[in-house]
């Protein structure tokens, strides 16, 4: 008989020594995310890059799920020589519009509400690609949040994605080629 009460207040102090362990892990949907100047993979045209006329591209997205408020999305080449440049930030994008338009002006906060950070240009908006050899990947990251960003405009990607943190009903990417 001690046997089996040790054996069952063994296994309680089992059961509460895991705490969370019947905690839902948050699940992230995948949004798709599409423009009408390229495709996935495929190259970018010039008039996007830092060598033509370096205007942002339209960036559409897929619905996103209930309680989103609003969108997120940060461009970058992880094929830059000193790690992953970022090319666009920008947080507090409408979500109901379902797309980012052609030529994004290069201010911090737009009227609708969009904030756009500062790249690793140091400039405020989209900065295109601009390569200085080779062929490098750019990826237009969208993320769907269930807050707004309380950020000002200076933000580093490091900052948002941690103020995004936990915050992530959704994400996709697109991912364009651009060779110099």
Known sequence: MPYAIALMLSAALVMTCQPFAHAKEKVIEKLEVTSSAFREGEMIPKRYSGYGDNVSPDISWSKPPIGTKCMAII??????????????????????????????????????????????????????PHPPYGTHRYYFRVYALDTR?????????EEL????????????????????
Not at 84 to 110: C, D, R, V
Request: proline share 5%; charged share 20%.
């Open 149 to 157: 960003v309380t950020l000002a405009s200076d933000v580093t990607r």
């Open 75 to 128: 461009c970058e080449d992880p094929d830059a020589t000193i790690g992953t440049w970022t090319h666009w930030m920008a947080f507090n994008i409408p979500y109901k519009s379902g797309t980012l338009p052609e030529k994004i002006p290069s201010q911090a906060a737009l009227e609708d509400g969009t904030i756009q950070g500062v790249n690793d240009f140091n400039k405020t908006g989209y900065d295109g």
């Open 161 to 180: 994605l941690h103020a995004m943190e936990g915050n992530i009903l959704a994400e996709g990417s697109l991912m364009g080629r651009y060779a110099k």
